[in-house]
């Protein structure tokens, strides 16, 4: 039960990284416009790893999170194991990048503050079902 | 049925991802950005002739001969514009005078930034003393010491003072017509060609994509239109 909910969760992380990804891909929020203004955060340096957005690398992550919650779900014991490696690297990740936005860049991103909220309560949802279970 | 059903689950999840993606793209990438299409046969190798003139002279850097030549739409107070500022720069130095023209047109985007206005008249009162891009590089350089400040007057005063203006001088063309006119103008042949947002790059008149804006992306589309003007 615990891993649907958790499945479904993932699902609006996966959505929010997915436009984010197009935005970033696009240059719709990267650039400055007279109507939206400009996202600080998504045209700064640390939104690229290595060239590639920062946003699909969260796509990834959520979609692998998405599975492997799906199979815990449905019955597939083993995969259960490897959801808490997963959602621990997703957790750091969302904790160095809310770090980055409140002391580096200065300024928040709501999409991106979305995401944290979604790992924030995924991880909680991992740790509540590990619990239940022992 | 009970054992595949998670994975039916998981390949329709991946497939409307997937597909969300490319219709996004593809969306984003239908929507016209220049009101007309850029003619592609004829080689434009000056200011292209298209969309409203701008202020005259403008404010070029590089040969008005040089086969390549970019113009920038820009807002001194726009973060991706600061950023581009360093590779336009680089790109300048690496291709030479002769190979590549570099035009900066005022775009401040009005009421996003609070000091965009009073930046760009800034830059074109220096370039009433002729020190236009010496204004250009030190605000763009110095973008975060007064993006948040409250009076940025006294900063770029002491801008002008650093690179040598007559302060006094600068002081009274910065509210001069003159200064308003020139930063109309540029904007006005900005909303002509379709500009909607900073940094935009035209190069020899086409608009070149946001995402192609990277050092090697913008490198090679140089490099392109190089040899395809011997």
């Given amino acids: ?134 | 049925m009970k054992r595949i059903l998670p994975f039916i689950i998981i390949a329709v999840v991946l497939g409307a991802g997937l597909f969300t993606v490319a219709y996004l793209q593809r969306a984003a990438s239908e929507t016209p950005r220049t009101p007309s299409p850029a003619p592609s046969a004829s080689p434009v190798a000056s200011i292209p002739s298209q969309g409203e003139a701008g202020a005259e002279p403008a404010h070029a850097l590089g040969n008005a001969q040089a086969p390549v030549t970019l113009e920038e739409f820009g807002d001194f107070e726009c973060p991706p514009c600061g950023l581009l500022h360093p590779i336009l720069k680089s790109l300048a130095g690496e291709m030479g005078p002769a190979n590549l023209r570099i035009i900066f047109r005022e775009f401040p985007l009005v009421p996003t930034h609070a000091h965009a206005l009073a930046a760009a008249h800034a830059a074109e009162a220096a370039g009433l003393q002729g020190k236009f891009w010496e204004m250009h590089d030190m605000l763009y350089e110095h973008q975060k010491d007064w993006h948040e400040a409250f009076d940025v007057r006294p900063i770029f005063e002491g801008y002008a003072k650093n690179i040598g203006l007559d302060v006094a001088q600068f002081q009274r063309d910065n509210t001069s017509e003159i200064v308003e006119r020139r930063i109309f103008l540029d904007g006005k042949r900005g909303h002509s060609l379709g500009v909607t947002g900073t940094p935009t790059v035209f190069m020899n008149g086409k608009e070149v994509p946001f995402e192609s804006l990277a050092p090697d992306k913008l490198k090679a589309l140089i490099n392109n239109e190089l040899a395809a003007h011997p």
């Fill in chain 1, 1 to 134: 039960m615990l891993y649907g909910i958790a499945a479904l969760v993932s699902l609006v992380g996966l959505a929010d990284s997915i436009y984010l990804t197009v935005e970033h891909l696009t240059g719709q929020s990267v650039r400055c416009t007279i109507t939206s203004g400009c996202s600080e955060v998504l045209s700064s340096p640390y939104a690229t790893v290595r060239g590639y957005p920062l946003a699909a690398l969260g796509a990834i992550a959520y979609f692998v999170f998405f599975s492997l919650a799906t199979l815990a779900a449905f019955g597939y014991r083993s995969t259960s194991k490897l959801l808490t490696p997963l959602v621990a690297a997703m957790f750091l990740t969302t904790l160095w990048l809310f770090y980055l936005q409140a002391f580096v860049i200065q300024h928040f991103c709501q999409f991106c503050l979305l995401s944290a909220l979604v790992t924030t309560t995924l991880t909680a949802l991992v740790i509540f079902a590990r619990r239940t279970k022992q």
